[in-house]
RNA sequence: GGCGGCGUAGCUCAGUGGUAGAGCAGGGGAAUCAUAAUCCCUUGGUCGGUGGUUCAAAUCCGCCCGCCGCUACCA
């Protein structure tokens, strides 16, 4: 039976290019949204861009543009970026779009239906770098006297009418909702840091701004335009057809998962359920934070000019290279280092050596001791049988977002295929003992095809190729058709490398 | 200040009571089917420090040190 799976990455908000951190939260996803097709599961995979604030308006300006020409463009660089790190969304969402505000306009009025939302006015210090209000004690004063809230934005003092969300109402629910739904954030780090900031007390939120325009418009109090997080989070929403509940996509709500960058937990997983809960929505099920990049051990900012633009990385290493490197480097939800001597090291020793060599050097046994077709099934080995329960360990650690322990499970596979093979040196059995040299490859063909099936998420083109190289029809190489063995006499085409080594140029 | 995470081989990390592990890097050997790839063996750690519980502690408890995150407060 197909089960749904609905699948996003935050709304990547438009105020600069695309770099690895973009890159690597929609790779994640990505790789999850592939499993669960090969799975068999109906998939609905979301990315966007998050297009309004006072931030992009006034980046607009200095670009000399009108807000909707500046977002048009940067949106464009990241639908770009998304196709060249080969992600599958199903859709890309901007919140722009008619269909978008629409949605927002409908929550909305939900909200102030359930007597969730009050008007009053704010004062106090908000740091538009941040999109946040801060208290006066959270702030110091630099040199130059402007203030700075505590994330080094400076801060300006706003006073203005504003609609409140009735937050503060939400604590106990909330401590309730995460009690009976463990696993509702993680991993453990985060949690613990949500649980214990709903304990501390939530004060009402501010929801609404009048002192800019670049955003949605309060139903029926058209000088107010929304607060930036609930237009942004509601796109999850937008997506599948809210508020008509007989949308195509409907079926998809709650969200199985909201990938989310440390920085927008908190919005992820206090504010967005209470909006939902308010609004008698069901929370999504699950946010994971994953952790961020430092590049060559520094972190990445733009003064320092370090900061990675994952197209170039592409450009040099090949696509499915990176794609490996970043989640088989580091656990995701941890901060990881990105190097390039990790990178290369990763991808000579474990793509191209272990895996590109080890088929390479099949293959070409294959052919020419075996007609370049498939042997006869083997009986069974150790080898094999580690091999048939791949997908099953894949499966588990993906469940857990532990991409890095499903890449070790692989591998642990492929390095016992290298010792077979040369344990069992099919090579010198071709003069010996040219039946059991058939069986030995047979199980080495086996071994490749289950291990090409269960990485197709990570790397698409390079297993694709693969795939192609060991004779598996395009319709066979879902999950369930490892179950079936493949025929004696499929041929195989001859073999060229998946992997190249790579060589760093001198000079 | 409070809460939480982390501190294990040169590097990245796994290991939650019972003789210290993996990958990479380093050293030696084998093989030559293969992208000079692979395989086998191997060097290397007083498991941050300290005190305690236990027949037995990397693993449990106390204190301390260091790094990181969240949060609070400020005389």
Redesign the pocket.
Known sequence: MTANFYITTPIYYVNGAPHIGHAYTSIAADVLARWHRLAGDSVFFLTGTDEHGQKVERAAQEAGLDPQAFTDRIAADFRDMAARMGISNDDFIRTTEPRHKHACAALWQRLVAADAIYLDHYEGWYALRDEAFY?E??LTTRADGVRIAPSGAPVEWVREPSYFFRLSAWQDKLLAFYDEHPDFIAP??RR??VL??VR?GLADLSISRTSFRWGIPVPGDPAHVMYVWLDALVNYLTAIGYPDTDAARASFWPADLHVVGKEIV?FHAVFWPAFLMAAGIAPPRRVYSHGWWTVEGEKMSKSVGNVIDPRALVDEFGLDAVRFFLLRE??FG?D?DFSRRALI?RLN?EL???L??L???VL??LQRNCAGEWPAPAATTPLAEAAAALPGAVRARLDRLAFHEALEEVWRVI?AA??Y???Q?P?ALRKTDPARMAEVLRVLLDTLRSVAVVLQPVMPGSMTAMLDQLGVPAQARDLAALDTAMAAGTPLPSPS?????FVEAVG
């Open positions: 208290g004690d959270e453990t780090a613990n840091e214990s900031f501390a908190r580091v656990p941890q990881g090291s020793n191209a050596n272990d590109g060599n088929a390479q050097r070409t046994l390095r290298n010792a093979i040369d344990h040196a090579w490398g998946v992997f190249p080594r």
